[in-house]
C-alpha cells in the first residue's frame, strides 16, 4: 500500500512509525536513499522527501510510505499512523 504524505517533513513521519513499535533497519532495496522502518507483523520504507511547489516561495514537504506485512497488521498500523499525521485545515 502506497500512500503520500504532506506538510511534515520525513523525520516526524519516522518518529511516528517508531511511537508505534518500528525500529529503523538497513534498506533491502537496491535504493540506499530509502529509509525502511520494520514493526510486529509490517514494514514502512519512505522514499526521500521532496518539494511540492505551490509558487516561487511556497515548498510543501512531501514523502510516500509503501507499507507492507501482514494485512491484519499493516492495516492496523496505517489506521494508528493516519491518526499521528493528521493535521487540521486552517
Do not use: N
Not at 4 to 33: C, K
Not at 50 to 57: A, H, I, P, R, T
Not at 58 to 65: A, E, H, M
Amino acid at each position: 500500500m502506497r500512500l503520500e504524505f504532506r506538510g511534515l517533513h520525513q523525520s516526524s513521519y519516522i518518529r511516528f512509525l517508531q511511537e508505534l513499535g518500528g525500529t529503523s533497519e538497513p534498506s533491502s532495496s537496491l535504493d540506499d536513499s530509502v529509509t525502511c522502518i520494520r514493526g510486529e507483523g509490517w514494514t514502512a520504507s519512505l522514499e526521500p522527501e521532496s518539494c511540492l511547489s505551490f509558487s516561487k516561495s511556497l515548498c510543501l514537504p512531501r514523502t510516500f510510505i509503501t507499507f507492507s506485512g501482514d494485512p491484519t497488521a499493516v492495516e492496523r498500523v496505517v489506521a494508528q499512523f493516519r491518526l499521528k499525521a493528521l493535521r487540521g485545515g486552517g
